[in-house]
């Protein structure tokens, strides 16, 4: 799902009354459904796809990443982008007041992209920290994916 959504219905969640949010008033889900959406920044998985595209070729059956400069910029880009989605969609004609687990919500969807990139082949974070992926965690995806 979107960080936009997420942060839409995190504030109609605000604004209603706590005991309505979740059947009456706006949004109408449980807040677990909520968090759930925000697992997956959809706009910014689909920006680090798009990004992976110019960034990389793949030849022989092996992909290898061509501009690790731009990869690593988009790494941290795409981060920060994540939180300025969610403030954004927030604050959007909302009325309801920031609390302190905004603040909490607001670092979901990027965790969430952290942790994406972590677990894929050839991403972004493989830029960052290209010796990470050296480990035990290679020679389990070697085993896994081969």
């Not at 007041?97 to 909490?104: A, H, T």
Request: glycine letters at 6%; charged letters at 10%; hydrophobic letters at 55%.
């Amino acid at each position: 799902m979107s960080t936009i959504l997420y942060a839409r219905l995190t504030a109609l969640r605000v604004a209603a009354p706590a005991s309505l949010s979740t059947t009456k008033e706006p949004p109408g889900v449980s807040a677990m459904l909520d968090s759930l959406a925000a697992l997956v920044p959809a706009e910014i998985l689909s920006a680090h796809a798009l990004i992976i595209g110019f960034a990389t070729k793949v030849e022989g059956g092996q992909t290898s990443i061509t501009d690790a400069g731009a990869l690593k910029l988009a790494f941290f880009a795409l981060i920060v982008l994540s939180m300025a989605l969610y403030v954004l969609a927030r604050n959007a004609n909302s009325q309801a007041p920031w609390v302190r687990l905004d603040y909490v919500r607001m670092c979901i969807p990027q965790l969430s992209f952290v942790v994406w990139t972590l677990l894929q082949r050839v991403t972004a974070f493989d830029a960052v920290a290209p010796a990470a992926m050296g480990g035990p965690i290679a020679g389990f995806w070697a085993r896994s994916w081969d």
